[in-house]
């Protein structure tokens, strides 16, 4: 880890970041759908009873990001992540043991989603956007692959263990699975190149020196505080735009197999649309992350939110007629879609509040964001129950999207935004953050 060290640290936490957001997400969002077919028919719950666990998540997970924000600032990413493996472990060995309602809200609702958050996007990013200032865009978007690639790896390998072994044992194996190989990498993390004698990006004392390193000074310097962002309407801007848009992952990811076994198709196919999606958004993520570190990153997120919600819109249609070849290019580009926005959402709350605070930023984000965020599924799912079909609730939240890109291109200008004044020499090497 040391300054003469041939590898920068950093690139192991990209990797790190990779394995912990496969597990968080996977448990929390793409393997949801193979498991409610099989759970509700043997609990005799409805589709909106098993959902209503992963739309208290997210009320949860608001809660416990707003907590931890400040301390990932101080304490680093390990500890949280360390504590998060543990409960999410043993919440998803529990799960299998489920016999009523109440122990599937409590269990997924809450201990999975307080687990899956310690280990998860909100931990990382913040890790990531400390690390790197100049390769932020894309040592995000590498990391932020193993998101898609829990629906590459883990959907249809969870749909056919299912099918084969039962649902009881395909949570068993997911909590063994999590433990053995998250484990190793939780422990890999560090809070800050600082810490260690090392500079943003791996640059050396010369680089930062240089004008090289001015981009990551200034990025630190200019950092604002939790109280300074909640008191600038660019914050809840930036809020309301990707909380339309987090609506659709949720409902998207809980419904695909269910709304395409409605319409007649098998769970295997069902499954494998969530690959297809899932492919492209992760070979895409280095891709975008490239262009954000080059170019502005507002009309790439505009175009990337607009491109998500067009698609769903799209698959709706497609799946009406009947149509294999529209579905399987509307998931395709759905997919597209969905590879830039972790990217560029995190570039961008990053360009405009600095990596100082930003995880007292970003959690403060996260209560705004995830409540407005958390009705969707659910009301997806009551939807459905009442009217039989998924068609009308699906092209309301693929309108919602569009509208978050027209919100995102109504940001301001990056210079447009004050900037807290410069800290000293004392300041800039002290670690940590206050909680404001």
């Known amino acids: 880890m040391g300054a003469h060290s041939r590898i920068y640290y950093g690139y192991w936490l990209v990797l790190a970041g990779f394995v912990t957001q496969f597990f968080s997400v996977g448990a929390m969002n793409y393997s949801i759908g193979a498991f409610m077919l099989p759970m509700t028919s043997d609990l005799s719950w409805t589709r909106a009873e098993f959902i209503l666990p992963r739309s208290l998540g997210q009320f949860v997970m608001a809660f416990t990001g707003f907590y931890i924000g400040s301390h990932v600032d101080r ?3 390990r500890p949280f992540m360390l504590a998060g493996l543990a409960l999410l472990t043993a919440a998803l060995w529990a799960l299998s043991l ?10 997924n609702g809450i201990l999975l989603t307080v687990g899956a958050a ?9 890790t990531l956007s400390k690390w790197f200032v100049a390769h932020r865009g894309q040592a995000i978007g590498w990391a932020s692959m193993g998101v898609s ?7 249809p390998v969870v749909t056919g263990f299912i099918d084969a072994h039962g649902w009881r044992a395909g949570w068993q194996a997911m909590a063994v699975a999590t433990l053995v190989l998250a484990l190793p990498a939780a422990l890999m993390m560090r809070r800050a190149p600082e810490d260690h004698g090392l500079n943003p ?4 004392a010369e680089q930062m020196a240089s004008a090289d390193g001015a981009r990551a000074q200034a990025d630190y310097d200019a950092s604002l505080t939790r109280q300074q962002a909640l008191r600038m309407p660019l914050f809840y801007m930036l809020v309301g735009a990707f909380s339309m848009f987090q609506v659709l992952i949720p409902v998207v990811l809980f419904q695909t197999i269910p709304f395409m076994t409605d319409a007649g198709y098998s769970r295997s196919t069902a499954a494998l649309m969530i690959t297809v999606a899932s492919v492209p958004a992760l070979v895409t993520k280095p891709l975008w992350g490239w262009l954000i570190d080059r170019m502005n990153p507002k009309p790439l997120a505009a175009f990337s939110v607009a491109l998500s919600g067009a698609a769903l819109i799209m698959i709706v249609f497609s799946v009406q007629a009947r149509s294999m070849n529209l579905e399987y290019l509307a998931f395709f580009l759905l997919g597209i879609g969905w590879g830039g926005t972790i990217p560029m959402q995190e570039v961008i709350w ?4 600095g990596r100082r605070y930003l995880g007292a930023v970003r959690s403060a984000a996260l209560p705004f964001a995830l409540i407005l965020s958390a009705a969707g599924p659910l009301a997806v799912g009551h939807y459905h129950d009442r009217v039989g079909n998924y068609d009308g ?3 309301v939240v693929g309108c919602m999207s569009l509208l978050a890109g027209v919100l995102i291109l109504c940001l301001p200008r990056r210079s447009d935004v004050p900037a807290s004044k410069p800290l000293s020499a004392p300041a800039r090497a002290g670690a940590g953050a206050p909680d404001d």
């Open 75 to 77: 304490l680093g990413a």
């Open 98 to 107: 489920i016999q009523t309602w109440w122990q599937w809200v409590l269990l």
């Open 118 to 126: 310690l280990i998860g996007s909100l931990v990382v990013n913040v």
């Open 149 to 155: 690639f829990a629906g590459i790896g883990l959907t």
């Open 201 to 204: 990006d791996g640059r050396s």
């Open 350 to 353: 990053a360009s405009y509040f």
């Open 393 to 395: 609730a699906f092209l």
